[in-house]
């Protein structure tokens, strides 16, 4: 329990140095990648990230209690796979369901690389 609170922390601090644009965007940009969104789409897929991103904003300004915020969380996750449920095709969401574990991942080490090193001078 001590780990997953540890865990939890590091996740926390390195979510709290980022802007919900920057979590939104780079997360569209992995589900881009992964399942192939283009159009009308990516445009859906692109506003419920954001929509959730400043959803989660809220709970991470909140008091520090990880594990607390970490179930406020995985309650908006639950919200947002229903969002995203509607704006996939079939196919797509199965993807994303499937490849979920490995999006997060991927999306957690890229905050937790941002957040480690200073801000750079320009974006792409």
Request: proline share 0%; glycine share 4%.
């Given at each position: 329990m001590l780990l997953?609170?540890?865990a939890a922390t590091a996740q926390l601090a390195a979510l709290k140095k980022t802007t919900p644009q920057q979590r939104a965007t780079?997360?569209?940009k992995l589900m881009q990648e992964k399942l192939g969104l283009s159009g009308d789409t990516l445009q859906k897929v692109s506003a419920i990230?954001?929509?959730y991103a400043n959803k989660t904003q809220t709970i991470l300004q909140s008091a520090d209690r990880p594990l607390e915020?970490?179930?406020e969380m995985k309650q908006l996750d639950?919200?947002?796979d229903a969002a995203l449920k509607q704006a996939l095709s079939a196919d797509q969401f199965q993807?994303?369901?499937s490849a979920k574990q490995e999006l997060r991942q991927q999306f957690e080490q890229r905050i937790m690389q941002?957040?480690?090193s200073p801000p750079a001078g320009s974006s792409q």
């Open positions: 997953l609170s540890s780079l997360l569209t990230n954001l929509e915020e970490m179930r639950e919200q947002k993807q994303y369901q941002g957040a480690s």
